[in-house]
C-alpha cells in the first residue's frame, strides 16, 4: 500500500521545465528520502503534493485517491525556508495555524499543552516568536507541523538550524511518528542523515527522477566488488600472490592484524577464490563486502546525468 | 469557523491591538478637534492682553479717531518726538525709547496718510502685533480718512453729506445669487454650493486617503509574510486566494473601525470642547466685520440680527442636503475605492522581496488616485461638464470623483453606471491580482517587471 504516488507529474515554468515526467511511490509507514541537487525540482514536486502548485500533467494520489482539498488537513508540510508571524505570540500563532488546517480550539489546545511540556517550553507560550532564538523557533515550528496529526509529513531539511543534542530529539520524534504510523517524506542534502533513517529514497536530478527504490537495494546494485578484511597473518605473503586481478585500495597494519580494502578487477572472480587465497596465510577476522554512501551514489549518479545533458 | 473568517479574525485583531492603531485613533480626532476649535480659542485669548501705543500723528487730525478700548489704549507723543527747530518728528529716538517702555508698540501716521494712505502706516512694535490690534487701527483711520474725502467731495460737488451718504447706501448693494434645482419631477430646491462643495471635497479627500492608507498596509502585510517565509505553511493549508482576500477584508473591517471611531471621538471632542472652553462661543465673532473691537467703529457692517440669519441659512443648507444618498454612496465608494485598489496593493507586495522595490509598481497606482484628485477639485466648480463626468465614471477615478459630484445632484442613472463599473472592476481587479499574487508569494529573489507579472498572470494554477 502506498500513501503517495505521483504518476507522470510534468510541470512547466514559462521557458523551464521544473518537473519532467515524474513517478514516485511512497510505502505507507516509510521514511521516503526525496534527494537531489539545488534547484533540481524537488521542491516543485512537494509544492504539488502539498496543492500549492497544480501539475500541468499527470495525476497524485493519496492513499490511492486522487488528491482534493480534503487531503489538506492529512498533511504536515515544513518548508525549508521557515517562518513564522514574528510579532505574533508563540501560542496564539500556534492555535492560529492549527485552525487553519481544521483543528478545533480545544483540540488544538490540549495537543499544544502536551507538546509544550514534552520539550519543556511553556515558558514560551506568550513570548514573541522574534524573541526567541532560530533554533527555538523551529523548535515550535516542528510542533505546529505535526500537532494536527497528519498521515503524510513532509519535512524539508528539518535538522538545518539545530545543535546535535536537539537534532537527535527531533530525530527520535519522527521515527516515533514513523511507528505510530505516519508516512514520512524527507527531503534533504544531509546523506549521513538519509542513510541513518531513511527506508526509500527517490533521486531527482535536472527536472527528472533517475533513481527510485529501497535504500539497502540501491546501495547493494552500486556496489562495486570491493571487500573491507580484517586479516590477521602474514600479510606480506599474501600481497605477493595477489596478481593484476586484485587492487589493495586502502591499508592499515597493526601489531598482528591487518585491515584493507580490496577491490577484485575481474568479473569472473567471486569472494569465495579471494577468501581461499587469503586463509593459506592466516586467519580472516571479518569479511564484508563494501557498500557505498549514499554520498558517493549521489554524487557519481548526478555527475552521470549532467555529463549525459551536456 | 471557516479559513477565511480566521485569516479577517487574525489581520482584524493583531492590527487593532497595536499601538500604532490605538494612538492614530485618539490622536486623529484630537488633531481634528484642535482644527476646528483653534481658530476660535485663538481669537478669545488675543483680546486678553492690555495694550498701550504710543502715536505719533505728524497730520494731527487722527487722535480723536483712534478710540481706546478695554484692551486698547492709544497716547498721543506727536509733540514729544517734535523737533522744535527743524519741524520734523524724530522716529528712531521714538522707537529707541519704545524698546524699554510698558508700551505695546508704536504708530506712526505720516503727513501724507490721508491722501496717500496705502502702506504708509507704520506699526513699530517689538513683538508681532495681532491681527486684531491691526484691524482696529485700520477701521478707526479709514472712518477718519473716509469722513475728510468725504467732505472734501462734498465741497466740491456742493452737496452736503447726507447726501453722499444716501448715494453710498444706494449703491453698496450686495446680490446673493441662490441657486435652485429643478429635479426629474419638476420640484424645485434651493441648493447650497458651497456646502456642497465642502462636503464634496472632503468626503473625497477622506476615500483617497483611505485606499492610500489601507492599501499600503496591505502590501506590506503580504511583505511581511514573504519574507518572514510564513507564507508557505499557509498556503499548504489555505487557498491564496483565500489568504489574499482575508487580509483585504481583515484590513478594510480596520480601516472601518478606526474611521467609526474617529468621527465618535471628533464628534465627542468638539462638543466637549465648545462646551468648556468656548462657553460664550459665537460663531459671528469669527467675521472681523462683527468683533468687539470692529463694531464700535464700523456702523456700515452687518447688524447681529442679519448675521444671525445668514448662519441659519447656512445650517439649514447643511441640513437641506440629502443625507441619505451622501452617507450610501460614501460607504459604498469608499469601500469599492478600497477594494479596487488593495488587491492590486496586494499583487505589488506578493511581487517584490522588500518594501523599497514597491517603487517601481506604484506609478499605476498613484497616477490614476492623484489624476482622481487633481479633477475632483475641477468638478466641484462644475460638476457636470464632461471632466467631471467621464472621470466620476472611469472606475478608477469614480471613488474620489464622484464623491465631489453627489453632493450637488448626479442623476441616478450616472450613478448606477459608475457603480455597476466600479464593482465590475474590482472583481476583475481581484481576480487579476489574484493570479498574479499566487505565483509571486513563492517567488524569491527575482528581479520583477511588469513582463514578469504578465507571464505570472498567465501560469495555469
Known amino acids: 500500500m502506498n500513501a503517495l504516488v505521483t504518476e507522470n507529474v510534468e510541470k512547466k515554468f514559462a521557458n523551464h521545465l521544473a518537473l519532467d515526467n515524474v513517478s514516485i511511490s511512497v510505502p505507507k509507514g516509510s521514511v521516503f528520502g526525496l534527494l537531489g541537487p539545488n534547484g533540481a525540482g524537488k521542491t516543485t514536486l512537494i509544492r504539488i503534493i502539498n496543492q500549492i502548485t497544480a501539475p500541468d500533467k499527470g495525476k497524485v494520489f493519496i492513499n490511492g485517491e486522487k488528491i482534493s482539498s480534503k487531503h489538506i488537513k492529512n498533511i504536515g508540510y515544513l518548508p525549508e525556508e521557515r517562518g513564522l508571524y514574528k510579532k505574533m505570540k508563540v501560542g496564539e500563532q500556534a492555535l492560529y495555524l492549527s485552525q487553519l488546517k481544521g483543528l478545533s480550539k480545544q483540540e488544538t489546545l490540549k495537543r499544544l499543552k502536551y507538546w509544550f511540556e514534552k520539550f519543556e517550553i511553556q515558558s514560551w507560550w506568550d513570548k514573541k516568536v522574534e524573541e526567541l532564538s532560530k533554533g527555538m523557533q523551529q523548535k515550535v515550528q516542528f510542533i505546529i507541523t505535526i500537532l494536527h496529526k497528519p498521515e503524510l509529513l513532509i519535512f524539508d531539511e528539518p535538522f538545518s538550524g539545530f545543535d546535535p543534542i536537539n537534532t537527535q530529539i527531533l530525530k527520535e520524534e519522527i521515527l516515533n511518528l514513523r511507528n505510530q504510523g505516519a508516512t514520512i517524506i524527507f527531503s534533504t542534502h544531509n546523506m549521513a542523515s538519509v542513510e541513518e533513517i531513511c527506508d526509500h529514497i527517490a533521486l531527482i536530478n535536472k527536472s527528472k527522477k533517475i533513481i527510485e527504490g529501497p535504500i539497502n537495494e540501491i546501495r547493494n546494485n552500486y556496489a562495486s566488488d570491493i571487500y573491507e578484511i580484517c586479516f590477521d597473518g602474514y600479510f606480506n605473503k599474501l600481497e605477493s600472490t595477489l596478481t593484476s586481478d586484485y587492487k589493495i585500495l586502502d591499508i592499515n597494519e597493526t601489531m598482528q592484524k591487518t585491515k584493507m580494502k580490496i577491490e577484485v578487477l575481474n568479473k569472473n572472480i567471486k569472494p569465495n577464490d579471494l577468501i581461499t587465497k587469503m586463509i593459506e596465510f592466516g586467519n580472516i577476522n571479518s569479511f564484508n563486502k563494501h557498500l557505498p554512501s549514499m554520498n558517493d551514489i549521489f554524487i557519481k549518479l548526478v555527475g552521470e546525468t549532467n555529463s549525459q545533458t551536456e | ?461
Open chain 2, 1 to 461: 469557523m471557516s479559513k477565511i473568517g480566521l485569516i479577517i479574525k487574525r489581520e482584524y485583531s493583531t492590527r487593532v491591538k497595536k499601538k500604532t492603531f490605538i494612538i492614530m485613533t485618539i490622536l486623529g480626532p484630537i488633531l481634528f478637534a484642535a482644527l476646528m476649535i483653534a481658530p476660535a480659542l485663538l481669537m478669545q485669548l488675543e483680546d486678553d492682553e492690555f495694550k498701550k501705543i504710543a502715536v505719533i500723528d505728524e497730520t494731527g487730525v487722527f487722535s480723536e479717531s483712534l478710540i481706546s478700548t478695554k484692551h486698547i489704549e492709544f497716547y498721543d507723543f506727536s509733540a514729544k518726538y517734535l523737533n522744535q527747530e527743524t519741524f520734523e518728528y524724530d522716529l528712531t529716538k521714538a522707537t529707541d525709547d519704545l524698546k524699554d517702555s510698558d508700551y505695546y508698540a508704536l504708530l506712526y501716521i505720516p503727513s501724507n496718510a490721508v491722501f496717500n494712505a496705502k502702506g504708509s502706516v507704520i506699526l513699530y512694535s517689538y513683538k508681532q502685533p495681532n491681527i486684531g490690534i491691526k484691524m482696529h487701527i485700520a477701521h478707526g483711520l479709514e472712518k477718519k480718512v473716509k469722513d475728510i474725502k468725504f467732505q472734501v467731495t462734498a465741497d466740491d460737488l456742493d452737496i452736503n453729506q447726507e447726501q453722499i451718504s444716501e448715494i453710498l447706501r444706494v449703491a453698496n448693494s450686495e446680490i446673493q445669487v441662490v441657486t435652485n434645482i429643478i429635479d426629474d419631477k419638476g420640484e424645485i430646491k434651493e441648493s447650497h454650493s458651497e456646502v456642497a462643495m465642502i462636503v464634496g471635497y472632503i468626503s473625497g479627500f477622506l476615500i483617497y486617503m483611505f485606499v492610500f492608507m489601507y492599501g499600503s498596509q496591505v502590501m506590506r502585510g503580504v511583505i511581511e509574510e514573504k519574507t518572514s517565509r510564513i507564507v508557505e505553511v499557509i498556503v499548504s493549508s489555505v487557498k491564496p486566494f483565500q489568504l489574499m482576500m482575508g487580509k483585504i477584508i481583515g484590513v478594510a473591517l480596520v480601516g472601518i473601525t478606526q474611521f467609526a471611531l474617529w468621527v465618535v471621538l471628533t464628534i465627542g471632542l468638539v462638543s466637549i470642547g465648545q462646551a468648556i472652553i468656548l462657553k460664550d462661543f459665537d460663531p459671528a465673532k469669527l467675521n472681523p466685520n462683527t468683533t468687539e473691537i470692529g463694531s464700535e467703529l464700523s456702523p456700515n457692517s452687518l447688524i447681529p440680527d442679519e448675521k444671525a440669519i445668514e448662519f441659519e441659512k447656512i445650517f439649514q443648507a447643511v441640513y437641506s442636503i440629502n443625507y441619505f444618498v451622501i452617507i450610501a454612496s460614501f460607504l459604498f465608494y469608499f469601500i469599492g475605492g478600497y477594494l479596487l485598489y488593495g488587491a492590486l496593493f496586494a499583487m505589488i507586495g506578493s511581487a517584490v522581496d522588500n518594501e523599497a522595490d514597491t517603487q517601481q509598481f506604484m506609478l499605476p497606482i498613484t497616477l490614476p488616485m492623484v489624476l482622481g484628485l487633481f479633477v475632483m477639485l475641477t468638478a466641484m466648480q462644475n460638476p457636470n461638464g464632461s471632466l467631471a463626468y467621464w472621470f466620476s465614471i472611469i472606475p478608477f477615478t469614480s471613488p474620489i470623483v464622484m464623491m465631489s459630484r453627489i453632493p450637488y445632484g448626479v442623476p441616478y442613472i450616472d450613478l448606477f453606471i459608475s457603480m455597476a463599473l466600479l464593482v465590475a472592476t474590482f472583481i476583475f481587479t481581484t481576480w487579476f491580482a489574484g493570479k498574479v499574487y499566487r505565483v509571486g508569494i513563492l517567488m524569491y529573489g527575482k528581479k520583477v517587471n511588469y513582463k514578469e507579472l504578465w507571464k505570472w498572470f498567465r501560469y495555469k494554477n
